[in-house]
């Protein structure tokens, strides 16, 4: 098995946070990276609103506690 050379620190800071509008719904666990790769923009949006809420929800509980 092949392995690659791991990537810079601040390069996947930098492409998770171009990407946030994927990734929200995944980390606060609304969606799957791959219901999140087959969503419309629509559908991202919604995800994206629903994550919102559900932190919101939370009132500030860490995610890893759910």
């Known amino acids: 098995m092949a392995y690659s050379k791991p ?3 601040a390069e996947i800071i ?3 946070n ?3 509008a994927f990734w929200f ?3 606060a666990g609304v969606a799957t990276r791959e ?3 087959r ?9 994206n ?6 932190l919101e929800l939370m009132g500030g ?4 506690n759910e």
């Open 18 to 20: 171009e990407n946030d």
């Open 35 to 37: 219901e999140m790769e």
């Open 39 to 47: 969503a419309t923009m629509k559908e991202v949006q919604i995800l």
């Open 49 to 54: 609103e629903i994550a919102s809420r559900k």
């Open 7 to 9: 990537a810079n620190q």
């Open 25 to 27: 719904p995944v980390i």
């Open 14 to 16: 930098n492409e998770v």
């Open 61 to 64: 509980v860490e995610i890893e």
